[in-house]
C-alpha cells in the first residue's frame, strides 16, 4: 500500500500543529463556536450527543497492521474501548474529549493516519472497491488513482469551502462494489478501443434526502486529464452550486437543475482552459503503480490439499468460506471477510482487544493489510488456502466469523438515537432485535444475498435509499417510527427503493421485517434473489402482507 | 489602518467609496456595480481604481478591464463562502491578473495559507491583533500537493 514520502510526513504533522493552535484559541474564546466548527469538522470532529466523535480517514479502506494497532491503542486510551467502522471505509470515535483530539491526532500522524476532511463542506475522503487489486473482475486496480486523488483532495487550497460535501469513488471492476453512481463523482476505470486505461466519469450522485444516481457526464477521459477535469467540475461546482439552501447545496441538485446537458456545456467550457496545462504523466502514474504492486504471491500456493480436507470434515468451516470469502485474481489465494455483524455487536463497531488481534492474523497471513469494506466489515485480502483453516479458527474465536456476509445480518447501520444528534429514531437497538429475530443461520443462508440498510434520520448515512430493504427511522409526535423502501441497489444496476408504505411503529419493525422476508421466500422461483424478486413481483404482495392487520 | 500585503505590514491608502457616494480624489475602490455602471468616470478618476468583489460577483463580467483596475478587493460575507477563491484563483490562473488581490470581511485568519495559495497577497483584519495571526498562518504549512497560482 502507499507509504507516505517526507513531504506526506510533514503535511500531516503541520496539519496537526494548526488543529492544535485553532482547538486552544477556541478554548480561549479567540475563535467563535460557528468558526471553530468549521475548521474542526475539516479535522474529522463533530460535536454530537454525548461527546465529540472523531472520523479517522481510511483512505480508500486501506490500512496496515501498524495503523490498526494504533487505532486499537486508541480505543484504549481515549475511548472505551472500540471504535466504529462507517460505510465510507472511515474509522470513528465515539467518546473522545475534545481537548485531547490534537493529542489523539499527533498519535494518528506517527503512522501515516489522519482525519484531515473526513466532515465539513469539502472533498471527502475517496472511497473504492473494498477488493481492488485482488478481485477476478478487474478492469484496472484503482488505487494508484485513489492515491492520486487523496492528494489532490487534500488541503486543496481553492475548494475547501464547497457548498456542501463532496465525495469522489472510483470503481476499477466490472461490477461496481463502491456505489459510485452515488456519489458527487463517480469514475469508473474504463478501456478504450486501444486497450488504454481512461474513466468513464459519472456526476451528480448521492445519497441523503435527495437520492439521485449519477449521470455520465464523460464515457471515456483519457487518464492524463483525470485531475484537470476533476478541478472542472470542482470549480463549477465551487461558483454556482447552490448556498442559499442547505438542502439544495449537493452537485446533485445543480446538475438537476442546470439540466446534465448544459452543465456538460460549463464543464467542458472550463476544462478547455486547462486541459493542457495540468497533465497528469504516465511516470507519476507509473509512480504510483508501484506502490500497489501485488505481493510476493506464492505462485505454489494452490498445490495445498489441507483445505479441501477441512471443507469436508467441518461443516461450520465450509458454511464460513461459502459466505465470507471472496475469490482472488491468484490462484490459491482467497479474500477472507472479517464480520463485524456479530449478533450481540453494534454493526461496524470493534474493540480493542479485537483490532489488536487482527492485525497479527493480517501479518501472519495476510501480509500485514487490512481493508474496510463500505458494508462496515473488513477484509484480509490475501489468504493463502492452506491458512485459511487457522484463520477461521482465529477470528472464530475472536467472534470475528460470523458467516452472514452479504445476508440479512449483515445489516449497514448508523449510529442513530443513541449516538447521533440529528437521529429521529434509534438504528442499533432494532438491528438488534431484526438479529435476535433472524437468529437462525440456515434460515438466513437460505434467503441468501440481500442488503439491510437502516439510518436513523433522512440524511441517511447508512444508505437506507439503496438498501434492498431501507429502513429509515422518522419521528412522529416525539416516537420513532420506521419508514421501509424496497428494491434499492448501489451495483451496476442502481436503483432507489420504492417506499412500501406509511412508516411503522418500532415495535412493529422486527416484525414486518420477517414478514417481507416469508413473502419472498412463498414467492421466489429457483434461484432468485430478494432483489429480483421484488423487482419482478412489484413492491404490492410485500405491502398487503405488512399491512394486513392495520 | 495597516494591512498585511506580500507579508509585510504596511499602511493601506485605499479607500472603499459606497454606490450612493461621490467619487473623491486618492486611490479608491468601488463596487462592481458601480464600476460597470460609472466605467468612463472611474477610468478618468484622478487616482488609482480597484473593484469590491461580493463572492457572487463574477470575475469575467470586468476582466477585459483588468489594465484599469489597481486593486481587487474580496469581500467575504461569510468565511464558508468559498466562491472567493476561485475568483482569486480566475484572475491569477486565468487572466493573470498581476496587481494586488485582497482579502478583506469576515474571512478567518486561519484561512490565509490558503488564501495565498489562490493568489490573495494582501490582507485586512477587522481586528488589529489579527494581523499577527495573519503573518503567522501564512506559514501554516511548507508542503503541499497542488501547484499554487504564484
Ligand atoms: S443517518 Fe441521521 S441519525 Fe444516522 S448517523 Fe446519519 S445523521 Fe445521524
Known amino acids: 500500500m502507499y507509504q507516505y514520502t517526507e513531504n506526506d510526513q510533514t503535511l500531516i504533522d503541520e496539519r496537526v500543529a494548526q488543529f492544535k493552535r485553532q482547538t486552544e484559541n477556541y478554548f480561549k474564546g479567540e475563535l467563535s463556536e460557528d468558526e471553530y466548527r468549521a475548521l474542526r469538522l475539516r479535522n474529522g470532529v463533530y460535536i454530537q450527543t454525548h461527546a465529540p466523535l472523531l472520523r479517522v480517514a481510511g483512505p480508500y479502506g486501506l490500512i496496515s497492521s501498524k495503523q490498526v494497532r494504533k487505532l486499537a491503542h486508541i480505543a484504549r486510551t481515549y475511548d472505551k474501548n472500540y471504535c466504529h467502522f462507517t460505510t ?175 452543465f456538460t456545456k460549463l464543464v467542458d467550457a472550463e476544462w478547455a482552459h486547462l486541459r493542457d496545462a495540468n497533465e497528469l504523466s504516465a511516470e507519476r502514474v507509473d509512480e504510483l503503480k508501484a506502490h500497489f504492486a501485488s505481493p510476493a504471491y506464492d505462485l505454489a500456493a494452490d498445490t495445498d490439499t489441507s483445505f479441501a480436507e477441512h471443507k469436508v470434515n467441518d461443516k461450520a468451516f465450509a458454511t464460513w468460506l461459502a459466505h465470507n470469502t471472496a475469490a482472488h485474481k491468484v490462484s490459491g489465494y482467497t479474500a477472507v471477510f472479517i464480520s463485524l455483524k456479530a449478533p450481540d455487536m453494534p454493526p461496524g463497531d470493534v474493540t480493542d482487544v479485537q483490532l489488536d488481534a487482527v492485525a497479527d492474523i493480517a501479518d501472519a497471513y495476510s501480509f500485514g493489510e487490512i481493508r474496510a469494506t463500505h458494508r462496515q466489515n473488513l477484509i484480509l485480502a490475501d489468504v493463502k488456502q492452506a491458512d485459511l483453516y487457522t484463520v477461521w479458527q482465529k477470528l472464530a474465536a475472536l467472534e470475528l466469523a460470523t458467516p452472514n456476509i452479504g445476508t440479512a445480518t ?77 428494491g434499492g441497489s448501489s451495483e451496476n444496476n442502481a436503483a432507489i427503493g420504492e417506499r412500501l408504505g406509511p412508516a411503522v411503529a418500532k415495535d412493529e419493525i422486527t416484525k414486518a421485517i420477517t414478514t417481507i422476508l416469508d413473502v419472498y421466500v412463498k414467492n421466489r422461483l429457483e434461484e432468485e434473489t430478494f432483489l429480483e424478486a421484488v423487482n419482478r413481483l412489484g413492491i404490492n404482495p410485500f405491502k398487503e402482507q405488512v399491512y394486513a392487520n392495520n | 489602518m495597516q494591512i498585511i500585503k ?69 469581500d467575504f460575507a461569510d468565511f464558508a463562502d468559498g466562491r472567493s477563491f476561485s475568483q482569486a484563483w480566475l484572475l491569477r ?51 503541499k500537493y497542488q501547484s499554487s497560482i504564484i
Open chain 1, 88 to 262: 465510507r471505509q472511515n474509522i470513528q470515535f465515539n467518546w473522545p474529549k475534545l481537548e485531547l483530539v490534537p493529542e489523539i491526532l499527533a498519535e494518528l500522524a506517527t503512522v501515516q493516519m489522519h482525519a484531515i476532511q473526513t466532515s465539513g463542506n469539502c472533498m471527502r475522503n475517496t472511497t473504492s472497491d473494498h477488493l481492488a487489486g485482488v478481485a477476478v473482475d478487474e478492469i484496472a486496480d484503482p488505487r494508484p488513482y485513489c492515491e492520486i486523488i487523496r492528494q489532490w483532495t487534500t488541503l486543496h487550497p481553492e475548494f475547501d469551502y464547497l457548498p456542501r460535501k463532496f465525495k469522489i469513488a472510483v470503481s476499477g471492476a466490472l461490477n461496481d462494489r463502491a456505489a459510485t453512481q452515488f456519489h458527487d463523482i463517480g469514475l469508473h476505470l474504463v478501456k478504450n478501443d486501444a486497450g488504454e486505461v481512461g474513466f468513464k466519469v459519472f456526476v451528480g450522485g448521492g445519497l441523503g434526502r435527495t437520492p439521485i444516481i449519477g449521470q455520465v457526464i464523460k464515457p471515456y477521459l483519457e487518464q492524463k486529464h483525470l485531475l484537470s477535469y476533476l478541478e472542472a467540475i470542482l470549480r463549477i461546482y465551487n461558483l454556482f452550486g447552490r448556498r442559499d439552501n442547505k438542502y439544495k447545496a449537493r452537485i446533485k441538485i445543480l446538475v438537476k437543475e442546470t439540466g446534465l446537458e448544459e
Open chain 1, 410 to 486: 449483515d445489516m449497514i447501520c448508523c449510529p442513530g438515537l443513541d449516538f447521533c444528534s440529528l437521529a429521529n429514531a434509534g438504528s442499533i437497538g432494532v438491528a438488534k432485535e431484526i438479529n435476535e429475530a433472524l437468529d437462525d443461520l440456515d434460515y438466513i443462508h437460505d434467503i441468501g444475498e440481500l442488503k439491510i440498510n437502516m439510518s436513523g434520520c433522512m440524511n441517511g448515512c447508512a444508505h437506507q435509499s439503496v438498501g434492498h430493504i431501507g429502513i429509515l427511522g422518522v419521528d412522529k409526535k416525539g416516537a420513532e417510527w420506521y419508514q421501509i423502501t424496497l
Open chain 2, 6 to 74: 506580500d507579508k509585510q505590514r504596511v499602511d493601506n491608502t485605499w479607500q472603499f467609496i459606497a454606490d450612493d457616494a461621490a467619487l473623491v480624489a486618492g486611490d479608491i475602490t468601488v463596487s462592481l456595480d458601480r464600476w460597470l455602471q460609472d466605467r468612463a468616470d472611474l477610468v478618468a478618476h484622478n487616482g488609482k481604481v480597484g473593484l469590491r468583489l461580493k463572492a457572487s460577483d463574477s470575475v469575467a463580467d470586468f476582466a477585459e478591464d483588468l489594465a484599469n483596475i489597481k486593486l481587487v478587493e474580496l
Open chain 2, 93 to 143: 490562473g486565468r487572466y493573470d491578473y498581476k496587481d494586488e488581490i485582497r482579502a478583506i470581511g469576515r474571512y478567518l485568519p486561519e484561512q490565509v495559507f490558503y488564501l495565498s495559495r489562490v493568489g490573495v497577497n494582501a490582507y485586512a483584519t477587522e481586528k488589529t491583533p489579527d494581523l499577527d495571526a495573519v503573518l503567522n498562518n501564512l506559514n501554516d504549512f511548507t508542503v
